[in-house]
């Protein structure tokens, strides 16, 4: 016989009752089981019914006042498109009078937009957010094709929703992006702003002291986006290594490129400027003197660099320098500028005489002919001198005792053409266009290792096209 388990003994047990059970006492069993299940089921539909009308009334409370925010949405955008004052006023509420004045001139600014471009106001809602009381739309707008997003905030009072004064506490959840070295901080609102900004701020932070040879990483950075107009695009003066960026919905913003080229631009002219200053330990070039366009040429490259354009909106002089002798030539020159450093240092540093390097000279020599009304306003006399060779010293002094030279445009170099002058010694000639749409060649001779401005040289005719 083996072993029997005690639930193997109990089913017997039971088994043995319900055969013993007469058929009058099991119907009654299984009615009460019915009935107990019956009304387990009805307890059930009961607290089903109850919070289902509970949420629905829930839904339906907060479909009404999304919809009711909606409504306040179009009544203002077609106050605007009609030119209503009335009902647009109707809508803004503010215990601020400047507020109020404020949104007034808004109106009649959107009545001038109106006149002078396409607008389609067509009061189309991108995004929605309702907080109890307050609320939060993303308004898209249509100016000559191009869609924006406008964010106006709302406040639900007794008489309905009203558009209140921005409420930066309602600017979404704060999120952040990292990277090697470098943080990205901003609010929800501003997502497409920063995953359009994390790509450039990670080439360069991350990439720019391996271009430059730097003998440590860069400091650490933090980017946050701040919907405060007030900040720009700026260092924060308490918060060492901290870049604040105004948002660019606390005005009209695009909607296709959430990053403008002008925002881009000021945030990569500061970073280039920060990582430059700490792969040269600090050094500031001289006012005027080629270091300072050497220095300028580098930060204009690393702006480039960010923007992620090959340098064709940073330095053509720099990114064609990198072009023919790699981004090593680069890292040396950044090291070797010295405050005072002349041209001369790109023929030192690289072991090429400056008439042979493969450079684009334009920037070079547009930065040479606007050096002249410069000094010319700061009154050096003297520093004017020296940018002209010992043959055109009479042409230096025509332009100092000319009182009208400081304020004449300065022409646009066109191109520059290198070659041999009538007496051996190397001209560069740039070819410039002036305002009056004419062209001629300025002639520069290499003196001692720098360019310097000199008379016309019928060498220029062999040259020429």
Same mark, same amino acid.
């Given at each position: 016989?083996?072993?029997?388990?005690?639930?193997?003994?109990?089913?017997?047990?039971?088994?043995?009752?319900?055969?013993?059970?007469?058929?009058?006492?099991?119907?009654?069993?299984?009615?009460?089981?019915?009935?107990?299940?019956?009304?387990?089921?009805?307890?059930?539909?009961?607290?089903?019914?109850?919070?289902?009308?509970?949420?629905?009334?829930?839904?339906?409370?907060?479909?009404?006042?999304?919809?009711?925010?909606?409504?306040?949405?179009?009544?203002?955008?077609?106050?605007?498109?009609?030119?209503?004052?009335?009902?647009?006023?109707?809508?803004?509420?503010?215990?601020?009078?400047?507020?109020?004045?404020?949104?007034?001139?808004?109106?009649?600014?959107?009545?001038?937009?109106?006149?002078?471009?396409?607008?389609?106001?067509?009061?189309?809602?991108?995004?929605?957010?309702?907080?109890?009381?307050?609320?939060?739309?993303?308004?898209?707008?249509?100016?000559?094709?191009?869609?924006?997003?406008?964010?106006?905030?709302?406040?639900?009072?007794?008489?309905?929703?009203?558009?209140?004064?921005?409420?930066?506490?309602?600017?979404?959840?704060?999120?952040?992006?990292?990277?090697?070295?470098?943080?990205?901080?901003?609010?929800?609102?501003?997502?497409?702003?920063?995953?359009?900004?994390?790509?450039?701020?990670?080439?360069?932070?991350?990439?720019?002291?391996?271009?430059?040879?730097?003998?440590?990483?860069?400091?650490?950075?933090?980017?946050?986006?701040?919907?405060?107009?007030?900040?720009?695009?700026?260092?924060?003066?308490?918060?060492?290594?901290?870049?604040?960026?105004?948002?660019?919905?606390?005005? &009209?913003?695009?909607? $296709?490129?959430?990053?403008?080229? %002008?925002? /881009?631009?000021?945030?990569?002219?500061?970073? @280039? *400027? +920060?990582?430059?200053?700490?792969?040269?330990?600090?050094?500031?070039?001289?006012?005027?003197?080629?270091?300072?366009?050497?220095?300028?040429?580098?930060?204009?490259?690393?702006?480039?660099?960010?923007?992620?354009?090959?340098?064709?909106?940073?330095?053509?002089?720099?990114?064609?320098?990198?072009?023919?002798?790699?981004?090593?030539?680069?890292?040396?020159?950044?090291?070797?500028?010295?405050?005072?450093?002349?041209?001369?240092?790109?023929?030192t540093t690289l072991g090429v005489p400056l008439d042979a390097l493969p450079v684009d000279w334009r920037e070079f020599f547009?930065?040479?002919?606007?050096?002249?009304?410069?000094?010319?306003?700061?009154?050096?006399?003297?520093?004017?001198? &020296?940018?002209?060779? $010992?043959?055109?010293?009479?042409? %230096?002094? /025509?332009?100092?005792?000319?009182?009208?030279? @400081? *304020? +004449?445009?300065?022409?646009?170099?066109?191109?520059?053409?290198?070659?041999?002058?009538?007496?051996?010694?190397?001209?560069?000639?740039?070819?410039?266009?002036?305002?009056?749409?004419?062209?001629?060649?300025?002639?520069?001779?290499?003196?001692?290792?720098?360019?310097?401005?000199?008379?016309?040289?019928?060498?220029?005719?062999?040259?020429?096209?």
């Open positions: 016989m083996g072993v029997r388990l005690d639930w193997e003994i109990e089913d017997e047990r039971v088994a043995d009752r319900e055969l013993s059970e007469s058929p009058r006492a099991a119907r009654r069993r299984r009615t009460r089981r019915m009935h107990i299940l019956l009304a387990v089921l009805v307890v059930g539909g009961a607290v089903f019914a109850i919070v289902g009308g509970i949420l629905a009334r829930l839904w339906y409370v907060d479909f009404e006042i999304r919809r009711q925010l909606r409504d306040t949405v179009a009544a203002e955008t077609a106050a605007l498109r009609i030119g209503d004052i009335a009902a647009f006023l109707y809508v803004q509420r503010s215990e601020s009078d400047a507020w109020m004045l404020g949104q007034t001139n808004t109106f009649w600014q959107y009545q001038q937009l109106k006149q002078d471009h396409t607008v389609d106001l067509s009061g189309n809602i991108l995004d929605m957010a309702v907080d109890e009381s307050r609320g939060r739309v993303l308004v898209e707008e249509v100016i000559d094709g191009q869609r924006y997003r406008q964010v106006w905030f709302y406040w639900r009072y007794g008489d309905g929703w009203r558009h209140v004064p921005d409420d930066v506490t309602f600017w979404g959840e704060q999120e952040r992006q990292t990277g090697g070295n470098f943080a990205l901080e901003y609010g929800d609102l501003d997502k497409p702003m920063a995953d359009a900004l994390a790509p450039a701020i990670a080439r360069l932070w991350e990439g720019g002291c391996q271009w430059l040879a730097c003998s440590a990483p860069p400091p650490a950075l933090v980017v946050r986006i701040i919907p405060d107009p007030a900040v720009g695009v700026s260092w924060d003066p308490e918060v060492p290594g901290l870049l604040r960026i105004a948002s660019p919905l606390t005005g &009209r913003a695009s909607e $296709d490129f959430p990053l403008d080229m %002008a925002t /881009a631009r000021q945030v990569g002219t500061l970073l @280039s *400027a +920060r990582l430059l200053q700490h792969a040269q330990g600090g050094m500031t070039p001289e006012t005027g003197t080629d270091a300072a366009f050497l220095h300028k040429a580098l930060q204009d490259w690393l702006i480039g660099r960010f923007l992620g354009d090959g340098g064709a909106l940073g330095s053509s002089f720099m990114e064609s320098l990198a072009r023919a002798y790699g981004e090593q030539a680069v890292s040396l020159l950044t090291h070797a500028l010295q405050p005072d450093s002349s041209i001369a240092l790109l023929a547009q930065w040479r002919l606007a050096l002249e009304p410069f000094l010319l306003n700061q009154g050096d006399h003297a520093g004017v001198s &020296r940018l002209y060779d $010992d043959l055109a010293q009479a042409e %230096a002094a /025509a332009l100092l005792s000319d009182p009208s030279a @400081s *304020a +004449r445009p300065v022409p646009t170099v066109l191109r520059v053409m290198i070659g041999p002058g009538s007496d051996g010694a190397s001209r560069a000639w740039a070819v410039v266009q002036y305002p009056d749409g004419s062209e001629g060649p300025i002639t520069f001779r290499l003196v001692d290792g720098e360019w310097k401005r000199s008379i016309p040289d019928p060498a220029y005719a062999a040259v020429s096209p």
